[in-house]
């Protein structure tokens, strides 16, 4: 068995890496540049959008793993945000060869790779960065700098560490950041995700874990059914702890879930945190239709933001999705008040009451078991305010 | 060949109907009950929605088709607002059968006929309903009053009608109104819609031209990506006028085509009406994908909302609905205007002053040529606005 226990400062935590983050202009206040790097070339695992226009930087470490046939080393992440470079072509790609070489004059480079994060169809400002880059403070071990480089309206630094206890006395880290508030969807979306550790973890087990992870967090929530061009989660070992399986697949899902509700809870606008746990469907596949199709659908949200149990809204969502269901069999309640059965099918004044009082919390649960199989799936969304469309009015001014 | 010009006043062109409608007390102001009906049984087809959940008068219409074998023909078509009639179970379904029951004291009824909108989860308020039934003007032709009995956030009636001039001199006529504002998508939704004609349209083309020009229609256009369990479509005739199947399929394409955008133009909160027209496709399923996925797409709402000529939204949304796609390949116009191709990434100050110029016009296409085969679809939506949130986030009240 192991032990799980949280700690404090993020990325601090894992030795062997340096990190940090400095405002190269983009924006007007914060930090906008950051990178982790380390002095010895370290394994690295990741996952990209499944968007078809995949963002140059993405493009950039597909060629890298391909040269290298599908594992390699590297020991420089550099991390800009208010530009995706997407969409920018070839060209988009060869600016990032372009900083990578200017970079490299000053400290070695072994594989470096870049993420980007921000307007989609502009051409990075080469120049801005690499004039900033040579400012780096290259053995900082400042996570805060980092996690805050890589945010554009997020409202939050999303930040977590552990240290995982084996039963044998040995111990190893694992501490991620990662940035996220809008274009978010089930399938990886405008986020950004960098995960350390210094468990010795085998460079096979690495993708495997890590897709699973994503699997179970990352794809299980929404901001705004959107996905973007550039998502990516890096995962990255200095291998100087030691390292069980089983204890890091279950430290890696519960890193991957608490960064990933975290972008819920700090969603563009978004005020509440639901939960949407849809269990007794025909299978797991059916389940999972219904419940993002409720954490997409923009009725139920705004019935959440207006906190009001209009559970028409839910049942409406489910009944056209697409799957197996029977008004007759489901049971909708709101963490535990119920506010459907076919028995109680009008809210009466006192499950309203209740079903309001659930409503009003920051964090709740929607539930509803379609009795009809063992299927089941849970998805996370938060509420549609007005913030979500000012925000998204006018992203670009 | 055929002539097809349009006339005034809705219903009232069509011989052979009776319809009106009046104040029931279900609204504060305004009709919520009315009726359609004809001295003898008239034919009808309707086309209800997807929506597993599907609301007791349509379960109630269903059982009608299933006891006269697919065709049958009915004198009466009741329908009201503020209350949907859904979720209610078998109760839902007697309580219909109870008020035409007691209708039918005061006037025939031959195999009448519901439909229902507004909020899910209540059991209608039947004596209300019949009471209110007892006013009917039953010898009243009067759009107006039918057209606004069954608005619910509609701020807008929709109403159109046609003659139709056949080259042997010989006319028909053919009108509708419709209602439905939110939880619009493209598989119908709250909506209901009633098309009368006196065209002697046989019974087995009823069914197929309706299907087709719903298709065409009511199912490309959303609001908000819903579906709701009460979308309805009745057509119904009586068979007074010549008849041709050529013409009759163009007046009534274009009549529902003109009902649907009306459904967008008065879309909940909505400021424009935009043609997301995609072309080039793979084929017509991935064109179609495509212009469903922007129509529903919370980004390029808000953009439109902003009039923002973000076109990396666009872009974005189309690389992650899963259809074959290349950006070299890619062309977006928002209408004359170029906003993206492989040459033209970033937008100049010129192309952005054209682009923004269209997004200030209430009603603007967006056209993306794939640039891969000759697949094509449009698809109609509303860009999404403060006002959709506040509406939706207290419905009830």
Redesign the interface.
Known sequence: MYKIAPLQNGLENIDGFYFGGLNSGFKKVGNDLGFIRADEPFAISAIF??????AAPIAHFRRILEKNGGEFRTNFILINSKN?N????EAGIGDIDEIFSEISKFTPLVNPVMSSTG?????LKKEKIIAAAKNFDLMARDSEAIATAIMTTDTLKKEFAYEVSLDSGEKFHIAGICKGA??I?P?L?TMLCYILTDAKIPHSDMGELLSEAVEDSFNRVSV??????NDTVMLATSARASYDKEAFRAALKKLTLDLALMLVRDGEGANKLVKFRVFGAKNDNEAKKAAKALS????VK??I??E?P????I??????CG???D??KLVIKYDDALV?D?AH???DEERERLAHEVMQKAEFEISCDLGLGAGEFSAYGCD???E???I??????
């Open positions: 959008t499944s968007n078809k226009f995949a995706a997407a969409m920018t072509g307007v989609i169809g502009y051409r809008g274009m969807n399938a979306a705004d059914g959107d996905t973007s061009t997409n659908s923009p009725l705004t019935a933001y207006g009001d209009n559970w028409g809204r049942a409406s969502t489910i009944g056209a799957i197996e269901c008004a007759e459907y076919s099918r009008e809210l549609l305010s007005y979500y469309v000012k998204n009015a006018d992203y670009r001014s």
